[in-house]
């Protein structure tokens, strides 16, 4: 199963999944140094999918 925590809360940042309260700027190797970027839909509607998926097994 996995943990639930390991997967992004829906609203998470778009390049690194991390929540916008407490974000900063963060250092990734695909986007550099960034701040909280807006997820896109698809991105929200997979993220809330993996979240019940998790829930449901």
Excluded: F
């Amino acid at each position: 199963m996995t943990n639930p925590r390991a997967i992004a809360e829906p609203s998470a940042c778009a390049h690194c999944g991390i929540p916008r309260r407490g974000h900063t700027r963060q250092w990734m190797q695909a986007a550099g140094w960034h701040q909280w970027q807006p997820p896109t839909d698809a991105q929200i509607l997979a993220r809330m999918k993996a979240r019940r998926a998790t829930k449901t097994t």
